[in-house]
């Protein structure tokens, strides 16, 4: 009984709707005329159906594939443009009473070290965030009602959005801690979080009560149901997710396609963003034990077929990734990035010797955040810190309204050029400046009504003034 409006999770992510997909993804892979139409319709960028998406992802045709690259390219740059928001993973507590399989926060791991920031060691995490430059970071905990309860998650946003250290504030923070109560929600609605972001893990009901055997984690319907608690306390932008090595892809993919489709259909607005993790080896976790691992390839193909599908959704990849991989997907459809992340709790601030190192998994991308920003700009990207949306009340269907009429360059292209140029006077190495500059200089010819005003903004930043938007 598959249906988008239910807000019952087996009715809007219908296992048998999934294999159905998969069935006709299969049978249709190499029938050109049905991928062409499916292209053609694809151009008008007002996304695609999980079925008309999975085609896509299932054909073999290298032409057509070449096709979809091109598409998914072009849908970005339509977009996003050349922008790529950057943020923090902050871990505030790596206790955790759940059984997750592939996670080293498992509750029966005793190699690692179990650590939860007081408030004064997450003050002091947030200098150090803010002295790398960063505005908007994502908080991380492991779920445990004793160790981590939402009173200890309310208390740590408090602080980290009062911290004013130099010319450094935390504009916007995200929140990823596991499924909670509608009431816990609205609490984290009015702390003024920005995005809630829950990972599905996987969408196979079966695989996923394997995957949690134990802890509040394992009801696969409270977890599936989250973001309709979330919406019904008040968060209007949620952020969805798959790890991708547990499960086959094609059937994560359809089933993400299927939320997001509910989303909209029951709250008329999508996702805000889908993250695209893979499955890392970590303290406990070797990767391999997990059959169902993707290269390369596979994982730009996904990329491109979500971005082509949802395309007024923003697609996020950690440093979990390497260089080479974050180059080639920020292409394909990325439009944020995490940089100088740490993934140990306590990290930023004392980093750990590594065998005490209480990291949620191994990062891939280890340089620091002003070395990302170079390479990006050197790439042809404009790095952005803006939270401006979030701040003037741009969010959910507010934002999405904006997005689908293609007008988020009218507000983020501007903001994305002051908050660099903050960033430059503030905290960048005198080579990542130089190239920011000239960087600076090319976007502002690229900018029509606001150009006079945001030159006499910039001038306002290089004598001391802060956070322009608009
Ligand atoms: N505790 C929260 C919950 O229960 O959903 C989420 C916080 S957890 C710190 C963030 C995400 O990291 C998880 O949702 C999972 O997808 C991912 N993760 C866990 N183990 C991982 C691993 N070994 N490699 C890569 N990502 C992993």
């Not at 790529?84 to 080293?104: K, T």
């Not at 009602?145 to 130099?166: A, F, G, M, Q, R």
């Not at 169902?292 to 193909?301: E, H, P």
């Not at 010797?353 to 002003?370: C, T, Y």
Request: glycine fraction near 6%; charge should be negative; aromatic fraction near 8%.
């Amino acid at each position: 009984m598959y249906n988008p409006k239910s807000k019952i999770a087996d009715e809007f992510i219908s296992h048998e709707e999934i294999l159905e997909t998969l069935k006709y993804a299969d049978e249709n892979k190499n029938n050109f005329k049905l991928i062409d139409e499916i292209l053609e319709k694809a151009k008008e960028a007002k996304g695609l159906t999980h079925r008309e998406a999975s085609v896509l992802l299932a054909c073999e045709d290298d032409e057509r594939n070449e096709e979809i690259f091109k598409l998914a390219k072009k849908i970005k740059q339509d977009y996003y443009g050349n922008r790529i928001v950057l943020f923090a993973p902050l871990y505030l507590s790596n206790y955790c009473v759940n059984g997750c399989v592939y996670c080293p926060y498992h509750a029966k791991n005793t190699h690692i070290p179990r650590k939860k920031l007081t408030q004064e060691e997450i003050k002091k995490e947030v200098i150090a965030l803010q002295d790398m430059g960063h505005k908007r970071l994502a908080i991380e905990a492991g779920e445990d009602p004793v160790n981590n309860p939402i009173e200890y998650i309310l208390d740590s946003i408090k602080t980290i959005y009062s911290i004013k250290h130099k010319n450094g504030a935390i504009r916007r923070v995200n929140v990823n801690i596991a499924a909670t109560t509608v009431e816990n929600y609205r609490k984290l609605h009015e702390a003024g979080i920005g995005t809630y972001i829950l990972f599905q893990e996987t969408y196979n009901k079966e695989s996923y009560e394997k995957l949690h055997p134990t802890g509040p984690k394992h009801n696969y319907n409270y977890h599936t149901e989250a973001m309709d608690r979330a919406m019904e306390g008040g968060i209007d932008d949620v952020g969805l997710g798959v790890l991708y090595g547990l499960e086959s892809y094609r059937y994560e993919f359809a089933g993400i396609l299927m939320h997001a489709e509910h989303l909209e259909a029951v709250y008329g607005v999508g996702p805000h963003t889908i993250s695209v993790p893979r499955i890392k080896k970590a303290d406990d976790i070797d990767p391999s034990t997990f059959d169902n691992g993707i290269d390369d390839d596979t994982f730009a193909k996904i990329v491109a077929c979500i971005r082509i599908a949802v395309p007024y959704t923003g697609m996020i990849v950690s440093t979990r990734e390497s260089e080479s991989c974050r180059a080639r997907l920020l292409e394909l459809g990325i439009s944020q990035i995490s940089g100088g992340s740490k993934t140990s709790v306590g990290g930023y601030y004392e980093p750990m010797p590594e065998k005490d190192d209480s990291a949620q998994f191994d990062v891939s991308d280890r340089r620091p955040l002003d070395e990302v920003l170079r390479w990006l700009m050197q790439l042809g990207y404009l790095p952005s810190f803006c939270t401006a949306c979030y701040g003037s009340g741009r969010t959910g269907d507010r934002f999405m309204e904006i997005c689908k009429k293609q007008q988020i360059h009218n507000f983020c292209h501007p903001n994305a050029i002051m908050t660099l140029k903050e960033y430059l006077e503030d905290y960048a190495s005198p080579e990542t400046k130089e190239v920011g500059e000239k960087l600076i200089a090319k976007e502002l010819e690229t900018l029509t009504g606001v150009k006079n005003t945001v030159e006499e903004n910039l001038v306002k930043i290089e004598h001391g003034e802060r956070n322009f938007k608009f």
